[in-house]
């Protein structure tokens, strides 16, 4: 990203329902600052406007329906050679979420439910570098922090979140590149930090505790 001070931030916007869009786009308009240079629906098509008009930030909802996620165009757009600046725009809260998308390289983290100046003021500081995160979100973070023996390590939540699906330890393994013993080892100790005594009540406590998202 090569944003200029002073010039207006160019945004491409990414969501898959056009009546959020269509709000988002209300919103921005408000700003003599940011300028929306494109829209798009899904994963593919971000890639590909993203391709043409090189925008400062890119405005990236998580979920697009049953193909590929948010997480997964962070991690893709990460890999440029000049890429945009990536701000999450989400109704979802949990620590499997908001982790991924940090560590796929993600510059800010917000709700939907985020007042309007809010929104505009993340814009303008993520594309100036800063880090970006909702008020929500940041409690969840620091939540961890301040409880560490409750919460959850990143690959922890990874293979919690595989077993949610119905995978097994040798399926878990081989989707995360580590071996069944190590998932059996993962699993051990989820349960004891969760106080359950199989997969079951560990997804259950996982998504009361908001570690993973509800099915």
Sequence with gaps: MNYAVGTPIRVV??????IVRAGLAAVLGTAADIEVVAE?????EVLAVVNRFE????????S???GPTGIDATRELMRRENPPRVLILTNYDS??????????GAAGYLLKDAPPEDLLSAIRKAV???TVLGPAVAGRLVA?????????SAREIEVLTLASEGLVNREIGKKLHIS?????SHLAHIFGKLGANNRQQAVLAAQRGGFIRRA
């Design 95 to 104: 620590d499997a979420d908001i982790l991924g998308a940090i560590e796929a």
């Design 13 to 18: 916007m990414a969501d898959d329902h056009p």
């Design 180 to 184: 069944e013993t190590t998932v059996k």
């Design 64 to 66: 697009f329906g049953t």
């Design 144 to 152: 961890r922090v301040s409880e560490p023996q409750q919460a959850l």
């Design 40 to 44: 798009a629906a899904s994963v593919p």
């Design 55 to 62: 925008p400062d930030l890119v405005l990236l909802d998580l």
């Design 128 to 130: 100036l570098g800063q």
